[in-house]
């Protein structure tokens, strides 16, 4: 693969763990994940054949692809690569991955920006409301990295290559491109970070994973009318488990009674009493 692959020029490891940090779990027989610092990577398939969903955190694609290979066995090697979004938490081993594997990645065209190394994402907002992570925002990198080699549009017709019984859905508002990836015949979803399962701004939320369904993490999310509506969109499904980008899996009635609340008290428990992309909407 082309060497003019790079990570962004701000690329660097980020000092954040939770106890589920290095753990796998199987959420269905064929849907595994594993939480790398404090961001989910999500394996979907067998070992006759897979697909990985994002590419986690900053410097972690060799970690990546030895948790691949404890799943699926030696030399283990995805179809293809499915990003959900490309902020650097869920694209931070991207170039390691592409040039070890040579498999094409997919992801939204309004994401195709920020991965073709042509525009910034807007800086992390330190000035929202929220706890400690969103405080120290600033270290997070939001420049663009540049995989265009690889880089493939996910098909417009919401299928998702490789992955037959999926679908992917148009989730924008924490990022203009993010996707959600959904497989009705189980109502199994993968919520990326248009809902997740942790509250990602708190410190000692995220350290110890408490449980909740919450909005997406508000220091990045730059649309709360879009993200609003996309989280809508996701709890219009019925989904019966999510996987989501943060926190662990939930599903049940701790699932349906968590979205439900989400969706009826958006403003006030998901979006915050101000921060520039909430003023910048009133």
């Known amino acids: 693969m082309d060497s003019q692959m790079y ?39 067998s070992a006759e054949g897979w697909v990985l969903v994002d590419a986690g955190m900053p410097k972690c694609g060799e970690e990546i692809r030895l948790v691949a290979e404890d799943i699926f066995g030696a030399n283990a090697k995805p179809a293809a690569i499915i990003l959900t979004h ?29 991965l073709t190394g042509q525009q910034s994402y807007p800086e992390p907002d330190t000035s929202v409301e929220g706890g400690m992570l969103a405080k120290i925002s600033s270290i997070y990198p939001n420049e663009p990295i540049d995989i265009t080699p690889a880089l493939r549009e996910l098909p417009a017709d919401g299928s998702i290559p490789h992955l037959q019984d999926w679908r992917w859905i148009h ?29 990602q701004d708190s410190m000692y939320k ?20 879009a993200a609003y509506e996309s989280v809508q969109k996701l709890a219009a499904l019925n989904p019966q488990l999510v996987v989501p980008g943060h926190g662990t899996a939930m599903d ?5 009674e968590g979205l439900r609340r989400l969706v009826n008290e958006f403003e006030t428990v998901a979006v915050p009493e101000h921060g520039k992309f909430v003023d910048k909407e009133s």
């Open 171 to 199: 989730t924008p508002g924490h990022s203009p491109g993010q996707v959600a990836l959904f497989r009705e015949s189980d109502a199994t979803l993968i919520s990326a970070d248009a809902f997740i399962t942790v509250k």
């Open 252 to 256: 049940g009635a701790e699932l349906t």
């Open 86 to 114: 490309g902020h650097f938490d869920h694209v931070g081993g991207i170039v390691h991955l592409i040039e070890h594997w040579n498999v094409p990645v997919y992801a939204h065209p309004l994401e195709f920006p920020f």
């Open 7 to 45: 990570q962004s020029k701000d690329d660097k490891f980020i000092p954040m763990t939770s106890i589920s940090s290095g753990k796998v779990r199987e959420a269905r027989s064929d849907v595994s994940y594993y939480t790398n610092q404090i961001v989910n990577v999500i394996f979907i398939g």
């Open 206 to 225: 995220v350290l110890v994973q408490k449980k909740e369904v919450c909005g997406p993490p508000v220091y990045l999310t730059t649309d709360w009318r």
